[in-house]
Every structure is written in C-alpha cells, then in structure tokens.
C-alpha cells in the first residue's frame, strides 16, 4: 500500500484521503488542531507544522508527501525532502505565500495581470501611484498578517493612511481591475510530465470568501478557454509542477488577467467530485504518483454552494433535485467553512435555479442573478 | 452526526463508509475478520456476527443499522431492533438466504420465474422431474453448504446421483433457463416510500462469480426496462423495503426470468459508482435515512471488471483511458474479490474496448465478445 503524507489536515486532505482510499492509498495527515477534519478519516500527527521530529517522522512514514494548506512554511515541506518525495514542488509555496513573487512569476511568462509595483517604504508607494495608476489597492506581500491586509487608494492623498493600515509591512500596490467577472482554471501535471486542464469556472466571492462556483463557467467561448489553459500550462511548466494548480482570473472583455496561484487542490474545483469524470483530488493524487490522469471533462453542468458558518439539515439540502451533500466533520462557528453542496444536472439554467434554492435552505447569501459582474445562465427563450 | 452501524465489514461496507462521511455520516462494523475491508476506514467491533453483547452494542452506538453481508441471521438483525431501527427489513434477509422462499415471492407477485417444485426427500425429486421437466437443476434450500451447492439434471436416471450431492438437504429443482443474457436490476426504496431504479446492467459470471458489468446494458427497449423496473418495484413493495435491492434476471428473448434477490447493495451495481449521478451506496443510506433519494440516471456508458485473486499495478489499470480504480483494501488469495475497475465514456464501443484492454492488464478472463449469450455493443457500421 502506498502512504501518502499530507502538510495539514483540513477539509482538502480529508476530500483527497476520500478519493485515495479507494486507489489503495493510506493517509497521514500532520495538523495542529486534534480531530482534524483530516484525521477523521486517516491517521494524524499532532503538531506544529515546523515540528522538526514530526516533519521527519511524517518523511520516514510516508511513501511521498503533498500539502493541503498554503501557508505551510515551505522549509517544513523542504524538510521532508531528505526523507520522502514532495509534491507540488516546495518552491510554489513561496508563490502563493508572497504576492510579489507571484506578480513577477505572472510578468516573467507574459502573463497579463493587474500592473503592480512593490513598495517597501511610503516613498516607493508615492511612486508606485505614479506607475500603476488609481484607484489601486495597496496588500502586503505576505498572506496571513492579520488586520494588515489591504487597503483601497482612490485618491493619492490616502496614501499614508493605506501604508499605515499595512502596518509599513513589505508590500505591493496593485492597480484595480474593473473585471466583469471572477473566473478560475484547475490544471493538474504529472510528475511524467502529462497536463490536463478543468474546464473553466465562475466565481462569486463575499466578504473575500467563495460562495458559489458554476462549471463549466457559462458564455465560454473557445478562444477563451484556450487561454486560460495557455496561462496554466504555462505556469505548471514553469514551475515543472506537479499536482493541481488554481489559477484565480479576472475576465474583462475577451481578456483574461491573473489574479492569484494557490498550488494545492483549490475551492473552486469542488464541484469536480460530482460534475467531472475525475475529481481534482484523485487527479492530483494521480499525479503525484506519476499515474495516467483521469478525463477532466465536465459531465453535464454543476455549481457549487459552500457551507458557511452553519451546519444544514441533510435532509433538506438533498430534497433539492440533483444535490449532493460534502461536510467535513468541523463544528460550526461564524464563517467557517463546514461544506459544500455540489448540484449536478443537464440543464444549466436548472443546476443554477437548484443552488438558489440550496442557498435559500442553507441561509447562504448570493449574489442576485441580475447581479452586473454575473454572467448567469440564461434560460433559452 | 448520525452513527450508521454495518452487519458485515467487506467491501460493501467500506464503499459504504466512503459514500457516506461526506453526507456526515459515522459508522460502525461487526465483522469477525480483524483489519477487515471495512474495519480499515470505520470502526470495527470483532467478534461473531451472532454475539448477543457485540449486537447490543452496536445498536446501542448506533442510530441506524443496515447489513452489507446477505448471510448474516435474520436473529441479530433482529436483535438489534430493540436498540435501533434496522434497514433493510431484517425479513428480507431470509429471502436471500432461501431459495424456496425467493422463488413462492416471485410466485405470489406474479413475477415470471423458472418452474419449480420443492424437494424434500428423494420420492419429492421424482415428482418435481414431473412437474418442472429437464434439464433441470436440483440446489439446496439454504446457500452456504459448501460442496452440496447445485447438480445439474438432464436425465431422470441422474437424480439419486444429485440428491446425493446435495446432501439430502432441503432443496429445490428448478428447471434451467436457457436465456439470452444475465441482467440485474438495482431499485431502492426509501423509509418514505420513494423508488426509484437504475438502468438494467448486464452482467457475464464464470464459475458463479460476476466478472463484468455493462451498463446501462445495451440493446434494451423501454419495454425491457419497464418490465425490470416493475419486476424490481413489486418486489420493494411486498417487502416494505428500504434500502438498495438487486434482482437478477435471466433474458430469454424479449421476456424477462427473475433469478435471485441481493437484499443489499450488489457487485453488479459498483458501476454506479462513476458511471452514475448517485452511487448505489449514497443511495441505499439516503434511503435508510429518509432522505430524498438521488437521481439513479447513468452518465454515459459504463463497464466494471471485477480484480479477482492478484492485486493489479494501479499504474497499469489507471492507463487506460476512462478507468477509475477501487481497491478493498484485501490481501490477495486465489479467487478473492479484492477490487473492482469501472471504466466510464460516452461511446459504449469504446468503453467495451477498454474494459477488454483493462481485462489483460489484470490477467482477468472476459468472455470472448462473439459469445453466443452475450450482446456486446457493436462499432456503428
């Protein structure tokens, strides 16, 4: 049997022990929090991500190792290396950990992003205002600064404020893009090298969360989808990645700008457990063992609703037609995610009433269909 | 979270398990085996499937029980009904394990069924060859004897020969069936009285052991379909049934012989798995639970091979195109099922082809595709 490892023990190393299991896989999970949503289902670690002793025994434990939580420190995942492969390669941690590295990774490979400077005192971001332009929005280089996130400039004269608010911290200022929507792209490489790409799907975030994913996104053309594949390939190449990469995108136009990596099985393919021929978490542990990827293509058409704060009644979230039901196993607390519902069907327009109805039972906000920056399935006239 | 409590601790109950922690289930085995299939993803209780403290206590840590092995004692499922409710109906177990019984239920609901006559003594076998006619098979009431299983009979001079072999048991003498092909139905039933059926599946044994499924099974008119499903549904019906219930059928032109009942779910149902909207498994605890049942349409075209004996390279099998592997977790022994391969595309041809592509990658013997009692899709001209 072959033992996987896992850097965290949250709902996505609980969703890929799920679809290992049944490829003769074992799973040990190395996470803080005891009863993991993780370490319900496989075995855990407790402890501290940076623990030298239990990074080497999850090493000598483990066949090969992946990570579910971005913001392990990538010498945790490079530690390991002495004692069992690791998959994504460490080094894209860095990339989903520092939005500067990720912006010039974006600009090195003639990616179109949001244009950016890096500001690193008041004096640079004076600058910076001058290069990208206004309204802009001023974010730390590193994610996890609680309370020193971001800060949206419209006017220069807010420009010490917005510095203040990122607590003088290394940062970037980031031109706003006025996009029409929120889209993302799953690819997933192989260590033999082979890509396979997810049909691209529509976000809709609040509050910086993800509510609602519909796949494949709806009103794509195949000019566009090829791009979004374009950008992916490119940076899975880049990066000789192995594994599932998202890649966070705006759609302006027929335009396509990056937004964010995250090198790990991501939110927004959620929906590929019922809505695809392979799910993102047997694809990216197909990867990594080198095996043939399964079919990316979309079966029908899904959306996905996250359960956010509060734990449903099953039985009402499955009377909606075409429901299926992913908890994880956390005890509710206000804006915590504790699952998702994946609504699959043949009728786009159907699928997306479904999860309006699903969000009307979870209590989840949405945004309104008539909503200006959603392209919400129409129904044929 | 609910607590569902399993009687057996085999693959049907690991994939059970696995179907069920997403909609926020837990679950708990008996089985005698330790380290069982099962046992390896949920927690088992080892001991006796008739130990009246370890049946206690199972009801006792559980909400609901449900049994995955057909030869459990109709006594312990009903034992545990003092401590928690128990689906499907512990009488429908004793359906299962007595052919004289299964065969009076297709009587008394009309369900059109090979002749046969009960067999209690050798001057009883002499009046069923009267009755039933040749060839016939004489097999004892109860399954489990091993080596007093079945004899065939195609002259009257061979009876005291078979009765012997069947160890003077009780047994029946069922005229033989020379049928087209081997179907089965899948049909579920919720404790809210919802049905609902899956597509038939065909399905070729060699040596009584199911080798591969395809489904839906090709060739089959409404009509074929419609009478499986009202077959599958009058039988649900008469049994208040709950839960997932295969029936086996025999196709002798356009008309269908029901064969056998599985009063659980069925190895020529693991198709639904990746081939269908809803898994049997999902489906048999939503139904157990009350919960609206998911839709049981196929999603393109299927086909399983069963892993008989040897464990495969999974790199092999998930090489070809369209295969999704599901290992028991199971040491190999000769004949022992240890998996299952469910090959999944929209083009029956071609996922026809890879089940025989996936059968030599397995060393698994498949019936050739010319064989006379089979109906294998043919290229489109």
């Known amino acids: 049997m072959t033992r996987i490892g896992c850097l965290g023990g949250g709902q996505l190393g609980r969703m890929l022990a799920l679809a290992g299991y049944p490829m003769g896989l074992s799973f040990t999970f190395l996470e803080p ?18 623990d030298p002793e239990l ?17 392990v420190p990538e010498q945790s995942a490079r530690a390991i290396l002495s004692h069992s492969p690791v998959f994504p390669p460490p080094g894209a941690l860095l990339l989903g950990q520092d939005r500067l590295l990720e912006k010039r990774l974006f600009e090195r490979l003639g990616i179109q992003a949001a244009e ?8 640079d971001l004076d600058r910076a205002i001058d290069q990208v332009g206004l309204p802009a929005r001023l974010k730390t280089r590193r994610l996890g600064y609680d309370g020193h996130g971001q800060a ?58 993800l509510r609602l994913s519909l796949a494949p996104a709806p009103g794509i053309g195949s000019q566009l989808q ?16 192995q594994g599932v990469l998202a890649v966070e995108l705006f759609q302006v136009g027929e335009r396509l700008f990056a937004n964010e990596i995250a090198p790990r099985v991501h939110n927004s393919g959620h929906w590929t457990m019922n809505g695809a021929a392979t799910s993102q978490f047997e694809n990216h542990l197909r990867a990594g063992l080198g095996w043939k990827l399964g079919s990316t293509a979309a079966i029908g058409h899904s959306a996905m609703v996250n359960l956010l704060g509060d734990l449903p009644d099953p ?13 994880y196993g956390k ?34 906000k949405l945004p309104p269909p008539a909503d200006g920056n959603s392209f919400w399935p129409a129904p044929s006239p």
């Open 152 to 209: 949206r400039i419209t006017e220069r004269e807010e420009a010490e404020f917005a510095w203040d608010k990122a607590g003088g911290l290394p940062s970037i200022l980031e031109r706003e893009v006025g996009f029409d929507r929120e889209l993302s792209i799953l690819g997933v490489r192989s260590t033999a090298g082979e890509v396979a790409l997810y049909p691209l799907t529509q976000n809709h975030h609040q509050d910086s969360i």
């Open 315 to 327: 039985a009402r979230v499955l009377a909606v037609a075409g429901a299926h039901l992913h908890l």
């Open 331 to 364: 005890s509710p607390r206000p804006g915590r995610k504790l699952g998702h519902v994946n609504l699959t069907g043949a009728d786009p327009v159907a699928v997306t009433a479904a999860s309006v109805e699903v969000a009307e039972v979870v209590g989840a």
């Open 116 to 123: 950016f400077a890096a500001v690193d005192t008041l004096g």
């Open 33 to 50: 929090a005891s009863n993991s949503s993780a370490g319900q289902v496989g075995e855990q670690l407790v402890g501290p991500y940076d």
């Open 55 to 71: 990074l080497a025994r999850l090493g000598a434990d483990s066949d090969l190792v992946t990570f579910e939580f971005e913001s």
């Open 226 to 241: 090829a791009s979004a594949e374009e950008i992916c390939r490119l940076i899975l190449e880049e990066l000789a990645y």
